[in-house]
């Protein structure tokens, strides 16, 4: 495995180490943050806010990132009984992006590891997650609970007391958002064999239970907005060092360290093609790729930053104007480009062929080196 951290400015990537692929997220992302801690503190720079997913969140972990002053954003997982608690709250206080896009409402936690700052976040990409994935659920559910209910009807108890007993019995585990209503049939029961005279009295009576299966939509719909809830918590209790809204985007905006292993997994970066077995030659092939990552994320923080700055455009890959073009797409732009070698007795001559109005500004935009090379020489 490789443990890799990038800025959150350009994604571009700050650390590399390559890791055992049977170490344990919570043991290796907190040396990672350490070490980077100390490379940081080494050089002079702002150590800043560590940006990490669930894997690292633990009581231990959090406990020595707050003693050590390590500023932190991490999703909180959902295991422990005080997540559990805060998640099955009904808050009025939710808060809205401008978009709609996202709601979130904040609680201070005091825990054993210190005190946190718990936002309880919702989108509406999350909450169509939750609406299709409970919806398989309770599909599923409503059919084996019709199965159990028809069952349960095929029996038949010698009280009415038992048969409520049974019912009871049957319906542990039942999700909150199913309802089973049942009602008692009395069958009753003569001594003779055949049918039995109209004057004539049932000894005894067998009772039976039919149930029916329903979804209760409120309670439906209030799981749905449970599931599709989320944690993200912070050591950062100052909101205007650090507002609710900047950490719940903060944490989002790590996608960039999951682009960046995208990359180097892509088939066109040819990495599947190299086969090494030493522990030593992974570890020099990881960081050639991560080199090859730094140069690509350096280009592209430098052209996006350039084209900010003058308020220019280039064309995407459907001929749109966009001002945040990937270096992926700009490489495909500069292929074709070709030098033509021109050598005479007296000189020799260097002709760029291809080169067109979109390559000339993104070679002026990138700096003068880059004009210089891509200018025909004499």
Request: glycine share 4%; aromatic share 8%.
């Amino acid at each position: 495995m490789i443990a890799l951290a990038t800025t959150h400015d350009g994604d571009v990537p700050l650390f590399l180490q390559p890791l055992d692929g049977n170490s344990s997220d919570k043991v290796s992302l907190l040396a990672a943050i350490t070490t980077i801690q100390a490379q940081l503190r080494e050089a002079n720079a702002e150590p800043g806010v560590y940006v990490a997913d669930s894997g690292i969140y633990s009581e231990s972990n959090m406990r020595q990132l707050n003693e050590a002053g390590v500023k932190w954003v991490s999703r909180v997982p959902e295991t422990s009984q005080e997540a559990k608690a805060v998640l099955q709250e009904r808050s009025e206080q939710w808060q809205t992006t401008e978009d709609g896009s996202m709601q979130w409402y904040s609680r201070v936690m005091t825990l054993p590891q210190g005190t946190e700052r718990w936002l309880m976040v919702r989108t509406q990409a999350s909450q169509q997650r939750a609406q299709v994935s409970l919806q398989r659920q309770v599909n599923a559910a409503q059919a084996s609970w019709q199965r159990k209910c028809w069952h349960l009807s095929n029996r038949r108890f010698a009280c009415e007391a038992d048969a409520w007993v049974g019912l009871e019995r049957e319906l542990k585990g039942k999700p909150t958002w199913l309802e089973v209503r049942g009602d008692i049939v009395a069958h009753p029961r003569h001594a003779s064999k055949g049918r039995p005279r109209k004057e004539a009295s049932p000894t005894t009576h067998q009772w039976q239970i039919v149930a029916t299966v329903t979804v209760h939509q409120q309670r439906l719909d209030e799981e749905v907005s449970r599931k599709a809830c989320f944690i993200v918590g912070t050591n950062e209790l100052k909101s205007a060092a650090l507002s609710n809204q900047e950490v719940v985007t903060t944490y989002k905006e790590q996608g960039g360290v999951e682009r960046d292993f995208r990359f180097l997994k892509d088939p066109l970066f040819l990495a599947s093609s190299v086969f090494v077995k030493k522990p030593e030659r992974i570890i020099a092939l990881s960081l050639i790729m991560v080199l090859c990552l730094l140069v690509y994320r350096l280009a592209e923080f430098r052209l996006r930053a350039r084209l900010a700055e003058t308020e220019q455009t280039i064309p995407d890959q459907v001929h749109k104007p966009t001002a945040r073009p990937t270096m992926w797409w700009v490489f495909q732009c500069f292929d074709g480009i070709e030098l033509l070698h021109v050598q005479t007795s007296t000189a020799s001559l260097t002709i760029v062929l291809g080169l067109e109005a979109v390559h000339r500004l993104i070679v002026a935009l990138l700096g003068p080196l880059y004009e210089k090379i891509y200018n025909p020489s004499g």
